[in-house]
């Protein structure tokens, strides 16, 4: 059974393509462009359920038409319409000059080189120009810092720990 942990969110499928199964799909990453795994994964009833990956094409920079083993109508694929696509850590780790998506950080312990552990991240806001990150702290309060790569100073995939440097008086 995959774990939430065991993911991440790369992006959504939006509606059939044509009448043959092809599927549309959004995405935040690539990395299932980059990496060598032959499955991606929808979250279906509560459960993380895998699909095997047919074959692909990008349709632009930001989409791609995708066909799924078994999935051969127009029919079948709008089941799949509006579902959000996770993609395996494992794969991810494997991955060479994978990019990480924000999504990826979910569940991340924010370490701060001068405070310490700030927390867990909780959300990812990219409703405005500024991405933030949105964190839980020990004490169960809410911390947003800025999700940028300026204030990253090294990333522990395995231990799921953000280590950042932010200015002073952000915090």
Known sequence: MIKEDEVFKIGKFIKPHGIKGEISFAFDNDIFDK???????CL?????????????????AETALITLEDITSDLQA?????LEVYFPREYFK??????????????????????GNLGKIISV????????FLINTPEDEELIIPASDDFVIDIDSD?????????????
């Not at 990496?35 to 994964?41: H, V």
């Not at 709008?78 to 509006?82: D, E």
């Not at 991955?95 to 080189?113: G, Q």
């Not at 806001?125 to 933030?132: A, C, G, H, V």
């Open 78 to 82: 709008k089941k799949f319409s509006g």
């Open 159 to 171: 231990n799921k720990i953000l280590y950042v440097k932010l200015p002073e008086g952000l915090i």
């Open 94 to 115: 494997e991955a060479d000059n994978a990019e990480y998506s924000l999504d990826y950080f979910l569940d991340f312990e924010v370490s701060d080189e001068e405070k």
């Open 44 to 60: 279906i009833n509560g459960i993380y359920v895998p699909f095997f990956v047919k074959e692909y094409r990008f349709k632009g």
């Open 125 to 132: 806001d990219d409703s405005t120009i500024n991405t933030l």
């Open 35 to 41: 990496a060598d795994c032959p499955y991606l994964i």
